[in-house]
Each structure stands twice: as C-alpha cells, then as structure tokens.
C-alpha cells in the first residue's frame, strides 16, 4: 500500500510540474512585423524568446537604441514586453560589462546548464534594472551574438516571480537571433 501511495505521490507531482512549466510554442512569441523591426534595429544582437510561458502574448516592444550607436556597457538595446492578463514578463537585450565572462553571473542566487547554455537567475528580489513597476525576478544568460562586437546578455524579467525557474531558464536558454 505504501509503494502505491508513494507511486501516487511522486506521478502527482511530475504532473504538477509539467503543468507548471508549459511554454507556448515560438509562431506566437513575437509577431513577425514586430520581429523584423526589432532585427533592423538590433541587428545581430535580436536575440528573442523561442517560447512563453503559457498564457503570455505579445504587447510592444521598445528600441532603447533609436540612433544606432553603441550603448554602453550595462544599457538596453530593446526591451519586448510580454503579459497575461496583469502579469508581465519583460524580455530585455543589454550591452554586456566589459568583464562579461566574470560578472555575467552578478547577482545570481544559482545557475544551471540548460541546453548546453549557461542560465542563472536571481532570488526574489526588489532589485529592477529598469526601474518599472512591480519586482520580481531575473532570468538571464550572456551571448557573443554571431558577427557582433559586443558580448551580449539576455535577461527574462518576472514582473512578481510568478514562473518557475526551471520553465524561464528555458526560455532564455533557447532564444536565438534567428
């Protein structure tokens, strides 16, 4: 009886789980006017989201870099904004610092090797880069986008720390400039 309950236990939870990291499939992440305009202007460094987390569609998107110049370690290049119903979900693009491969994992609470891509995250936090609205918590990995000169990094930033970090490491894991 132990063995059945255990077993019983342990499928509730896998299912639970499963439920939990549900992503909507990449036709349906950004529209593909909007993901143009976005390559136009960040060229090689318009890393976007594969996937969302189940329920989030499409809002704006912002280019943070309207002249064309570079931006400054530490800046935004383009911030897309993603919602479900009043949960936001803001993917944002900076210039890496220039000691990217020592301080991309500032501020991190862990990290983990997803897809073969390094991810970190933050702990819940009061801490917003961008200084919008509600807090919560960053997802975020650091890239050399294909023909760029600067080190890049992507950040998935959880308006409330509503998603699970498992379901979010996957979603930056997988962006790509493509």
């Known amino acids: 009886m132990r063995l059945i309950l255990r077993s019983f236990v342990v499928m509730a939870a896998a299912l ?3 439920a939990g990291s549900h992503a909507t499939d990449s036709s349906t992440a950004v529209p593909s006017r909007a993901a143009a305009s976005i390559r136009k202007a960040a060229g090689p460094s318009a890393f976007l989201p594969a996937s969302l987390p189940s329920g989030y569609r499409y809002v704006s998107w912002k280019n943070e870099n309207p002249n064309g110049t570079a931006n400054a370690p530490g800046a935004p290049l383009f911030v897309v904004k ?4 009043s949960s936001q979900l803001l993917w944002t693009v900076y210039v890496a610092t220039n000691e990217a491969e020592n301080r991309c994992n500032a501020l991190s609470a862990g990290h983990a090797a997803v897809g073969g891509e390094v991810v970190y995250w933050s702990a819940l936090t009061t801490y ?9 918590r960053h997802v975020w990995r650091c ?5 760029g000169s600067s080190r890049i990094e992507l950040d998935a930033f959880d308006q409330g720390g509503n998603q699970a970090i498992p ?12």
């Open 16 to 18: 639970a789980v499963a």
């Open 82 to 85: 993603f919602a479900n119903g």
């Open 143 to 147: 890239v050399n986008p294909p023909g």
């Open 167 to 178: 379901l979010l490491s996957r979603i930056v894991a997988q962006a790509s400039s493509k």
């Open 128 to 136: 917003d880069r961008l200084g919008t609205g509600p807090k919560g």
